[in-house]
């Protein structure tokens, strides 16, 4: 075999690897493309993602607290253990009658609603500032020379 044909046998077997390489990273790129798609996990193992779905969900929302109400007399130990004070007066906690809920319901409802009408004017006040600055702008654009209408 001469240099020649050898030189042209290589050129032919580089552009055959290239060619398949190429088709090869487009595998590979609609692969990776499938496999981050999370609808094909969905479509294809429907009980997996579930049961992913629920450990994710389970791991996601906090635990329920635990309120654990010990007697006086541990309390007393406790705090001279640590030297805290202990107050024995339970603090009144404020109730809301009907009447504070009624009045805290109908308040967040104008408050609402005044936030809302503000939203309305503002969007008016710069729509007219909009068409304000449009119609200058026009007008800066007139030729001065040019005839008229209307004259």
Known sequence: MSELDRASQIRQSMAYVRHELDDE???????????ADWHYYIKNYPWASLGAAAVIGYLVVP?????????????????????????????????????????SFVGGLVLKTAMAQVGHQLAAAMDTSKSGDQSAKAGAHVNPHSPREGS
């Open 25 to 35: 990273v487009d595998d590979i790129r609609e692969s990776a493309h499938t496999l």
């Open 63 to 103: 635990r329920k607290l635990v309120i654990e109400r010990p007697d006086p007399e541990t309390l007393e130990k406790l705090a001279r253990k640590n030297h805290l004070v202990v107050d024995r007066k339970p603090e009144k906690q404020a109730r809301t009658g009907l009447l504070g809920t009624a009045f």
